[in-house]
């Protein structure tokens, strides 16, 4: 991607703001973000000054589309990304997942805007009785708002693809782990920490498993794929191994130099951390592999990195 006029929704977000990052030297960039997070700001604070960057503090459920001209490329991060508190507000989840990137694929449709970048979620699989999970892999039954909504905006991109030409590339993300996150297991372990650093809460039972993939790894690899794909496709990204929650804590504790910390577990509902917490989650990814993709991490070491990134910046901010 060179001299593109790009838009990313959520570019002030934890994934988007790394793919500004990637993308700012050599394309002029949009964002399009309300700041709810309240840290995105400093996220984005050092490409104020750039020529290629242009900012919009706004609420895609109500933002004039219209105003948005000569845009080639659309790349869509903006969703409610807070998996855990779907029970509490599904509503919330429709409205800013499905109905925004409805809003998002008519304004492609009217201005002609042929290409999309689109981050799905593992989430959309539920329970997959196989392991790992193909792109494939049907019925999808999600157990999460999160993963209902991401599953319509799948389908929703498919058949603007077809009607109206769109090429999108749909990525199914693992557990993306990094720079600039702003919630999620590393996240909360850290927090709870520096607040006390003799025991640690861990919700469920320390056994989940998941895979996870470092951002820097997820921003390049969309890039990537993209850039090779010829018409809309799914793609999982992740890696091929996973971690447990437990491991997750253990590097933790390691990097931040405690010992003699207590790990107190709640149980959850058959070990998960929350209500729509899917236990294991582990994707193929022949097919991202098969295109000529190879993650600079293992999930280890995704986690790993994101720890130290994660310590540094909140010991930074505080």
Known sequence: MQGKNILITGGA???????????????????????????????????????????????????????????????????????????????KDFKNNVVVTENILEYMRKKDVGELLFASSSTVYGEASIM??????????????????????????????????????????????????????????????????SELEILGDGTQRKSYMHVKDCVDSMVYIHEKSQKTDIINLGNRETTSVK????????????????????GGINGRGWKGDIKVTHLAIDKLLSMGWKSRYTSDESVDVAVQETIDQLRNKN
């Open 247 to 266: 491991t997750i804590a253990d590097y933790v504790v390691k990097r931040m130099g405690l010992n003699n910390v207590k790990y107190r577990f709640t």
């Open 13 to 91: 977000g934890f994934i988007g703001s790394n793919m500004v990052e990637k993308l700012l030297e050599d394309n002029n960039i949009t964002v399009i973000d309300n700041l709810n997070n309240h840290v995105g700001n400093r996220f984005i604070e050092s490409f104020s000054g750039n020529k290629n960057f242009h900012f919009v503090d706004a609420d895609l459920l109500s933002f004039d589309y219209e105003s948005l001209n000569n845009i080639d490329i659309v790349i869509h991060f903006a969703a409610n990304s807070d998996v855990r508190y779907g029970s509490e507000d599904p509503v």
């Open 132 to 197: 790992p999970t193909p792109e494939s892999y049907g019925p999808y039954m999600p157990i999460s708002s999160y993963g209902a909504s991401k599953m319509a905006n799948e389908g929703f991109i498919t058949a603007y693809s077809h009607y109206y030409g769109i090429k999108g590339s749909i990525f199914r993300f693992a557990n993306i782990v990094g720079k600039n996150s702003t919630h999620g297991v590393i996240y909360d372990f850290i927090n709870k920490l520096l607040k006390n650093s």
